[in-house]
């Protein structure tokens, strides 16, 4: 493995790590409503973006840490969904 595939690994795992507090605060509190749809569609589409092009660009740093961002970011989402029908 190369030093900035290394170096792209523990930045990408802290900046999307850096998201699971979050949910699990959002899963624990039941609370998303400071999460608007604008923000998931954009956000979410960014990260599939950059996954895709991790992908495409042979850069296994940029394609598994957005593809862990993604999942965190569907977790989200579905909590909303799920805590929106609460209310």
């Known amino acids: ?25 959002a899963f624990r509190t039941h609370s998303t409503g400071d ?7 954009m956000f979410g589409t960014g990260v599939a973006i950059w996954l895709i092009y991790g992908l495409v660009g042979d ?4 394609a598994a840490t957005n593809a862990l961002t993604f999942l965190l970011v569907l977790g989200l989402c579905a909590l909303k969904v799920r805590h929106g029908r609460k209310v």
């Open 1 to 25: 493995m190369s030093h900035a595939t290394l170096i792209g690994l523990v930045a990408g795992a802290l900046t999307t790590l850096s998201w699971l507090p979050q949910v699990l605060r």
């Open 35 to 41: 999460f608007s749809w604008g923000w998931f569609a």
């Open 59 to 62: 850069a296994p740093a940029v």
